[in-house]
């Protein structure tokens, strides 16, 4: 087991990794405030999980289950209704705790939850898919989508603790884990170059599961997201560099229908469109971005933007985007393998021919 704290003042929080974790209460119980404890989880993972973790809580808590539909196109506020009826109808009060047991949809959508039921009540993260275990369950942003907009209503609120155990990526299904692995490769984009070229020398080792290049991955990933929180909590500076492809990759997501694209295969297409806009203004090399392409191909990621997608439908849904400020689209950039920049002033003409490129 290992352990890293996300550095947050009084909301600070640990991130706990390690193998069988959910075989055991014990790390969970220093977090549970309350007697009254609700696991939110899915119909994919609830037969999986949910019964050992109910058996390990049920004789210390008041314990409920709400397992919710799988997949992207359920994160919405007519599912969070059913998270208010499941609270309200047990009498859950604000001292009680929701365990999010599931990939990022299930802990964005429990994070708002929490984060609104009577203005805030204890959240803990059991992220079980590698997205959610190196990205989305760390770092406190809720929310659901809206069919204009993806995560545009949503909240920043921090977990009690995160618990990663890294036997659930046995089960999870080939896709999922190369959609996960679009998020390890950003960080070694955005700011640890060394790591990049780890990813590059390990593909076999992660593809085949490998304990020690899982660890090795996850442990990375989230010390650097730890970092990048604890000095910029609410995306005001250095996190925004996060957003790595995501500009482009929400509005594939939105543009082809939630869960038609998953959002690392989004993603990796955002980050191909990111890194060759960058070569067009004269920043990474040439070699670099086919560096990047064939690192998405290697790990069985998409490159290419959807035939179906227009470049016109890229700047409508770029438009309503959380990353426009002040009418201006502000991107995530590349200088170079490991060095990342925010810009606001790329011509459109610019971006069209970085699109216009990554059609095949």
Partial sequence: ??????????????????????????FLLPYISGQSVLVVTNETVAPLYLPALREKLDPLFSCESLVLPDGEVYKTLDTIKLFYDKLLQHRFSRSSTIIALGGGVVGDMAGFAAATYQRGVNFIQIPTTLLSQVDSSVGGKTGVNHPLGKNMIGAFYQPKCVLIDTLTLTTLPKREFSAGMAEVIKYGLISEPDFFSWIEQSVDALLHLDSAALDYAIMHSCDTKARIVSLDERESGVRALLNLGHTFGHAIETSQGYGVILHGEAVAIGT???????NLLGWLTANDVERIVNLFRCLELPVSIPASMSIDAFFQHMAVDKKVLNGKLRLVLLKKIGEACIVSDVSQDAISTALEASYS
């Fill in 272 to 278: 191909v469109i990111a890194a060759r806009l960058s």
């Fill in 1 to 26: 087991m290992k352990s890293l704290n996300i550095d947050l003042g009084e909301r600070s929080y640990p991130v706990i990794i390690g193998e069988n974790l959910m075989g055991s209460a014990d």
